[in-house]
Antibody, heavy 123, light 108 residues
Framework: QVQLVQSGAEVKKPGASVKVSCKVS????????MHWVRQAPGKGLEWMGG????????IYAQKFQGRVTMTEDTSTDTAYMELSSLRSEDTAVYYC????????????????WGQGTMVTVSS | DIQMTQSPSSVSASVGDRVTITCRAS??????LAWYQQKPGKAPKLLIY???SLQSGVPSRFSGSGSGTDFTLTISSLQPEDFATYYC??????????FGQGTKVEIK
């Protein structure tokens, strides 16, 4: 049974960076295309970026380009999302998400989600 | 970016009611649409992918339809556990996937 287990809540000051982890169990990270989605308090879902298996590259939403870096450590099956130059508007729950059903993955949907990591940006 | 507009933003309904939620894309997305259910404090759960394919384990009272720009999620007979917020997501234009703003289904 695949699970995505994320790191704990973070509190950061404006201008700082945060790095959230997402550990995969029940699968190996190389079998999955990991994506990151965030949700500000009381707001909707926002896709930040993810791995494109066709190109073999990680693609970022234009809004976050230059501020976000998504990496993977295949030796520990852990994915990371680092967001820099934090501002109050970045206060949100950050989710890692993927698809273990390859058909679902090819269709751009996510059938497995992490539990979420709350990141609070406050001075 | 393709904009996804859901309606209504909230709906009050009773157990046993039929509930329909609409999602409209700002441009055609074929059938590259998914629906999710989210309960407070929880991660989203996939209900429907490819506009009308029911995810494994999801009750058959959930159904999806549509293609192009107009899509619907229907709950044929609302159950107590269905009170939640529902989101549509388009995956037609990588790397610019977008979600609708959500529809909250509340108890009447």
């Amino acid at each position: 049974q695949v699970q995505l287990v994320q790191s704990g809540a973070e509190v950061k000051k404006p201008g700082a960076s945060v790095k959230v982890s997402c550990k995969v169990s029940g699968y190996t990270l190389t079998e999955l295309s990991m994506h990151w989605v965030r949700q500000a308090p009381g707001k909707g879902l926002e896709w930040m970026g993810g791995f494109d298996p066709e190109d073999g590259e990680t693609i970022y939403a234009q809004k976050f380009q230059g501020r976000v870096t998504m990496t993977e450590d295949t030796s520990t099956d852990t994915a990371y999302m680092e967001l820099s130059s934090l501002r109050s508007e970045d206060t949100a729950v950050y989710y890692c998400a993927t698809a273990i059903n390859p058909v679902i993955g090819e269709l751009g949907a996510f059938d497995i989600w992490g539990q979420g990591t709350m990141v609070t940006v406050s001075s | 970016d393709i904009q996804m507009t859901q309606s209504p933003s909230s709906v009050s309904a009773s157990v046993g009611d039929r509930v329909t939620i609409t999602c409209r894309a700002s441009q055609g997305i074929s059938s590259w649409l998914a629906w999710y259910q989210q309960k407070p404090g929880k991660a989203p759960k996939l209900l429907i992918y490819a506009a009308s394919s029911l995810q494994s384990g999801v009750p058959s009272r959930f159904s999806g339809s549509g293609s192009g720009t107009d899509f619907t999620l229907t709950i044929s007979s609302l159950q107590p556990e269905d009170f939640a917020t529902y989101y549509c997501q388009q995956a037609n234009s990588f790397p610019s996937w977008t979600f609708g703003q959500g529809t909250k289904v509340e108890i009447k």
